[in-house]
């Protein structure tokens, strides 16, 4: 193995050379793997023709993978959602988010594979959680990390964008039967490094539970600008075949839609995580 890590800026992300990600991981690959998500939160990987069983296969090795409750997916292989710009309405996405923290147990991590990308533009950006949390004050740390703050798939999938006509509108229904809303910590701490991340995000976070309406509204409109400020973020330049790798449990994201009418096919495994504390 000739694995080599260029890191991308000092907040996180690195593009990684020399493995061949079509074939299974070896133990010592699937530890270096593992070990450069934990450093750098999002890995990059250019050349990697993967077909959605081999993706598949590749994001099962870390963990149970989540089926979409909105999203298309690969007929043959569920577990791999399209994100097709001709077919589905895909604004979510432009919105910094971080995955399915509609769930109890929002996913450790996420796979995605470019399978068309515009000439230009469509590039997607992502932002560390650790970073965003150090930079607070001390006394604002201590505050944040005795709160918790509500999750909402609504907010995100909202039944005008997701239920035109009777069954999509039943798939939506049935949809947010399945995820009401819940509560995770503001602050959570990784479950492998240790280390304390910001857990809000615009795409889902509706309210900071211990707090006034007020109170709550203005403190969440500070904390999603602050956590994603351009020093706490990479950006991306899609190419055929690459394939990202970010840890969810410490990041969020943000795909840019400024590329329209070209369109922009991307393939997502989602590999179920744990709950944060």
């Known amino acids: 193995m000739s694995l ?13 050379d020399g493995i061949d990600l079509s074939r299974p991981l070896d133990h010592d690959e699937f530890n270096a ?13 250019r050349n990697q023709p993967l ?4 993706q598949a296969s590749l994001a099962a090795r870390f963990g149970d993978l989540h089926i979409h409750p909105i999203y298309p997916r690969v007929e043959e292989q569920p577990e791999i959602l399209v994100l097709d710009t001709a077919v589905t309405d895909v604004r979510d996405n432009a919105i910094w988010h971080t995955d399915v923290t509609f769930l109890p147990t929002p996913a450790m991590g996420a796979l ?5 990308v515009p000439s230009h533009g469509g590039d997607t950006l992502w932002a560390s959680g650790y970073a965003a949390f150090e930079a607070l004050s001390a006394p604002l740390q201590h505050l944040l990390d005795g709160l918790t703050a509500t999750h909402d798939f609504t907010k995100s999938f909202p039944q005008s964008r997701y239920g035109q006509g009777p069954e999509a509108e039943e798939r939506w229904q049935r949809a947010r039967r399945d995820h009401p809303p819940l509560s995770h910590p503001v602050i959570r ?17 509706t309210r900071i539970n211990e707090l006034e309406e007020a109170e709550s509204q203005s403190l969440l409109a500070f904390l999603f600008a602050h956590a994603t400020k351009p020093e706490y973020t990479v950006r991306w330049h899609w190419q055929p075949d690459d394939l990202v790798f970010w840890d969810n ?3 969020q994201h ?7 009418p070209q369109r922009r096919i ?10 944060p504390v």
């Open 266 to 275: 991307m393939h997502r495994a989602t590999i179920l995580g744990d709950r």
């Open 254 to 260: 943000y795909a840019v839609d400024d590329y329209r």
């Open 4 to 16: 080599t890590l260029h890191p991308l800026s000092p907040a996180l992300g690195a593009r990684v």
């Open 33 to 45: 793997l593992e070990q450069a998500l934990l450093e750098h939160q999002v890995l990059f990987f």
């Open 112 to 116: 995605l594979a470019a399978k068309q």
């Open 189 to 205: 701490t990784h479950p492998r490094t240790g280390r304390k991340a910001l857990f809000v995000n615009e795409g889902f976070t």
């Open 249 to 251: 449990r410490v990041t």
């Open 51 to 54: 077909s959605p069983s081999q």
